[in-house]
Nanobody, 112 residues
């Protein structure tokens, strides 16, 4: 069983930045493919970004060039640096480990 805990969400103005963190309890964290997803009100959950164990990354077109996913295997922590935030980025952001385990999510609200 892997437990994931997200943090770093909050209220930010358009154009601002936030960094999300996802801390894992799993001893095998370094071997997992890790992902960020988000779900806006009234919408289905959507893929945001992924990072494989060797560090390769992939992004949704909507966030490419603005968001950066990274990981610190020594700290068993996943990050999502979000820049140039837009109101459309408002959602609950959740991390996923190995396509199997989910965190509880953290709310990101972009509003003036």
């Amino acid at each position: 069983q892997v437990q994931l805990v997200e943090s770093g969400g909050g209220l930010v103005q358009p154009g601002g930045s936030l960094r999300l963190s996802c801390t894992s309890s799993g001893r095998l964290f370094s071997s997992y493919t890790m992902c960020w997803y988000r779900q806006a009100p009234g919408k289905e959950r959507e893929f945001v970004a992924t990072i494989v164990h060797l560090g390769g990354t992939r992004y949704a077109d909507s966030v490419k060039g603005r968001f950066a996913i990274s990981r610190d295997n020594a700290k068993t922590t996943l990050y999502l640096q979000m820049n140039s935030l837009e109101p459309e980025d408002t959602a609950v952001y959740s991390c996923n480990a190995a396509g199997e385990w989910w965190g509880q999510g953290t709310q990101v609200t972009v509003s003036s």
